[in-house]
């Protein structure tokens, strides 16, 4: 048997923010019959923990974007790719001078911090609520110096509306896109609270991303990459779609996931993981020889 990889917002969580129990039992059913399950997602193990509870994880986590692997439960760090400093550097001082609030996200493991407000700009309210939604205490740093001199960044983010990151993603890919990988989309907000739809913008370094980790994390545990099924629905699952031998797209992915994909489940309403892992327990989908 070979390795499962399930992204979380948008695949394994439902639109109402919950666990999908059809999915998760999926996924229990896959490893009683000798698959290796990896969650792999955006948050930080802060941000998901909850979630990972709810779907009963027990193991490694590829975390952040694929910035990191955090042992759950626990929050232990097991690996981590961090951005150079210059890169991390220049990134915050390009968004910065766009007027954004920026956050650098550290391992806290590591740094004894996990994020910093770095420079002079206020952070967005989405932002805000999600950090104090989740209990961050987040570290002000107005100088860049100051922010460098607390560890490695993980990665350099900040929230708008998407047409405010039109010109600081142009110079982002100018400046830096030999050595980062940058994108936008859209970000986990609560409607209940008034929230208007918004964007998350990441910046990493280029050799982080949810694929490379896998690669990594199956070479260093004894899997082979070239059994790996992943499933996934957003901008950071592209390269995971794309490379991962049987990639599954979910009804609701993004347009760039869709169009890399080798098959397409239901969507995160309808439990498209449980569909999609059920099938590959049946036969009726396979890693292709």
């Known amino acids: 048997m070979g390795v499962i990889v399930v992204d979380l917002d948008g695949t394994l969580v439902d ?5 999908s129990q059809p999915g998760a039992a ?3 059913d896959a490893r009683a019959a000798g ?21 009963g994880v027990d193991g490694p986590v590829i975390t952040a974007g694929g910035a990191t692997v955090t042992q759950h439960p626990g929050g232990m760090t097991l690996d981590a ?12 001082e390009i968004l910065i001078s766009h007027g954004l609030g920026v956050l650098g996200l550290l391992d806290p493991d590591h740094c004894g911090v996990e994020y910093l407000h770095i420079g002079p700009h206020p952070l967005h309210a989405v932002s805000a609520w999600w950090h104090e939604h989740h209990g961050h205490s987040i570290v002000a740093c ?6 460098l001199a607390h560890g490695p960044m993980l ?15 142009s110079e982002l890919e100018a400046r830096l896109s030999s050595a980062s990988r940058a994108w936008h989309w859209a970000a986990v907000i609560d409607q209940a609270q008034g929230h208007a739809p918004v964007h998350l913008l990441e910046v990493f370094s280029r050799s982080a991303c949810k694929w490379a980790m896998v690669e990594r994390w199956c070479r260093s545990n004894g899997f082979d990459p070239d059994q790996v099924v992943a499933i996934g629905d957003g901008r950071n699952d592209v390269e995971l779609i794309r490379h991962a031998p049987l990639g599954i797209a979910m009804g609701n992915a993004d347009a760039q996931v869709l169009a890399v994909a080798d098959h397409v489940a239901p969507s995160n309403a309808q439990h498209g993981v449980a569909h999609a892992v059920e099938a590959l327990l049946e036969g009726a989908l396979a890693v292709p020889s």
């Not at 639109?15 to 666990?19: F, I, K, S, T």
């Not at 990665?155 to 993603?169: K, L």
Request: glycine share 4%; aromatic share 4%.
């Open 155 to 169: 990665r350099i983010a900040a929230v708008a509306d998407a047409e405010s990151f039109a010109a600081p993603m």
């Open 81 to 92: 790719v961090a951005m150079e400093e210059a890169q991390a550097q220049l990134a915050a």
């Open 35 to 55: 698959w290796q399950v990896l969650i792999a997602t955006g948050r930080s193990w802060s941000e998901c923990r909850q979630l990972l509870d709810e779907a």
């Open 15 to 19: 639109p109402q923010g919950a666990v």
């Open 26 to 28: 999926a996924l229990r």
């Open 142 to 147: 107005p100088s860049l110096d100051g922010a």
